[in-house]
């Protein structure tokens, strides 16, 4: 199917555990950002990648890995899982400063 | 930093009012404004791209204006409809990446 796509959409794991959240896009757009959204804090960007094998750090990358080795997929990588990282995450794509197109987004409890 | 902020938090109105969502933004040096819309639960949906050389686009009854030199971009939703009921984000791209404001709620009252 076009479009992006994230999975799993939701995810329970434990405390210290290495969580990767994967998200593909069909449109070969070159950005690709990682956000996640939290009651009080809004959207806050994690990582962002301008192209295959380029990111760059968001507002919150700590704790966090991020991965571009094919334009279509940005995996992001919870080394060691939290409490504080449950969240809903969002990945989405654009052509650079062009219209950004969300993923119907991952929901991720930390236990 | 770049900072977006959106007035109201929240907005009750009832069924086939007009109404107007405000967005402010500190840079004006953005390339460009995007209206979203998210319902509970779900994904961003976009609604309207306005970019920095343009001062307004319209989608149905949905009209973004954009005001650079006041850091202003206003959502307006003309005669709204229950379905409308959703929250509303706004986001500026500058300096490669996308910066939100906390979103509006609005709720249109049967």
């Known amino acids: 199917d076009a479009g992006i796509t994230q999975s799993p959409r939701y995810k329970i794991t434990e405390t210290g555990r290495q969580v990767t959240l994967m998200c593909h896009q069909t449109?070969?757009?070159?950005?690709m950002f990682w956000y996640r959204q939290d009651l009080g804090h809004g959207l806050r960007l994690i990582y962002y990648?301008?192209?295959?094998?380029?990111?760059d750090k968001g507002e919150v990358p700590d704790g966090y890995v991020v991965s571009r080795s094919k334009t279509e997929n940005f995996p992001l990588t919870l080394e060691s899982a939290t409490r504080s990282q449950t969240s809903v995450y969002f990945c989405?794509?654009?052509?650079?400063?062009?219209?950004?197109?969300f993923g119907p987004g991952t929901r991720l409890t930390v236990l | 930093k770049q900072e977006v902020t959106q007035i109201p938090a929240a907005l009750s109105v009832p069924e086939g009012e007009n109404l107007v969502l405000n967005c402010s933004f500190t840079?004006?040096?953005?390339?460009?404004l995007q209206w979203f819309r998210q319902d509970p639960g779900k994904g961003l949906t976009s609604l309207l791209l306005?970019?920095?050389?343009?001062r307004e686009q319209t989608s149905g009854r949905l009209n973004a204006s954009l005001d650079k030199s006041s850091g202003r971009s206003t959502l307006y939703i003309a005669a709204s409809q229950p379905g409308d009921s959703a929250t509303y984000l706004c986001?500026?791209?500058?300096?490669?990446?996308?910066?939100f404001g906390s979103g509006t709620k609005l709720n249109v009252k049967p």
């Open positions: 306005i970019q920095s050389s343009q």
């Open positions: 986001a500026d791209y500058n300096f490669n990446k996308f910066y």
């Open positions: 840079d004006s040096a953005i390339y460009n």
């Open positions: 989405a794509s654009s052509l650079r400063s062009n219209e950004q197109f």
């Open positions: 990648s301008a192209a295959a094998d380029i990111t």
């Open positions: 449109w070969s757009h070159s950005y």
